[in-house]
């Protein structure tokens, strides 16, 4: 199974004021599809060709750096246009995962400040997370293509904090990005979802 680009769930205007059009065109349609590209070129020949994602992913970690990278990148990107929604963010969130968040990390508000803390962080590119890791939900940040996948974790929801994803609307004002991602853009539906399947 090769590589494709999905649609973006939303319109490109559907995200503004706290992400652009020109961002989303931009991310979605050129690096996204970069990765797509490059993924597919980088698998030719290899024990990964024809595999499921999950399983490049984890499987070429440590051991093909452009199979990775790419693979990485398209599993993370997949899941970011579904992490966000118009009119999401906030702190109303499916019950179940409000009383997990409450229990493993100190309720939502600590979660919310801590997550972005942990992108503020990330030195250079990469992503912030929230992760379920033998039961409980963890906060994380990755390098670059990096995920909670290959450290032995599920990605419930993560945010790119490469400058792709911010600098046309926000310059160099990476909290303000994050900041605007967990109050206004994140779709919780999505990450109750994917919560519920790695709680099983
Ligand atoms: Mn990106």
């Known amino acids: ?42 698998l030719k020949g290899t024990e990964w060709e024809g595999k ?10 440590g051991k093909n750096p ?3 990278n790419n693979a990485g ?15 999401g963010g906030g702190d109303k969130m499916p019950g179940e995962l409000e009383k997990k968040i409450t229990a493993d990390l100190g309720g939502v508000a600590k979660m919310k400040e801590d997550f972005a803390a942990a992108g503020v962080g990330q030195f250079g590119s990469g992503w912030a997370w929230l992760a379920v890791k033998d039961g409980k939900i963890i906060i994380a940040k990755t390098p670059n293509g990096e995920s909670p996948l290959v450290h032995g974790a599920t990605p419930i929801l993560g945010c790119d904090v ?14 303000d990005y994050l900041k605007a991602f967990m109050d206004h853009l994140v779709n919780w539906d999505y990450v109750a979802e994917l919560y519920a399947k790695a709680a099983k």
């Open 1 to 42: 199974m090769s590589f494709t680009l999905p649609e973006l769930p939303y319109a490109y205007d559907a995200l503004q004021p706290y992400m652009s059009r020109e961002t989303l065109e931009y991310h979605h349609d050129k690096h996204h599809l970069a990765y797509v590209n490059n993924g597919n070129n980088a």
């Open 52 to 61: 499921p994602l999950e399983d490049v992913v984890k499987g070429s970690f």
């Open 66 to 68: 452009a199979v990775f």
């Open 73 to 87: 990148q398209h599993f993370n990107h997949l899941h970011f246009w579904k992490w966000m929604k118009p009119n």
């Open 162 to 175: 490469w400058e792709h994803s911010y600098y046309i609307d926000y310059r160099n004002r990476r909290p």
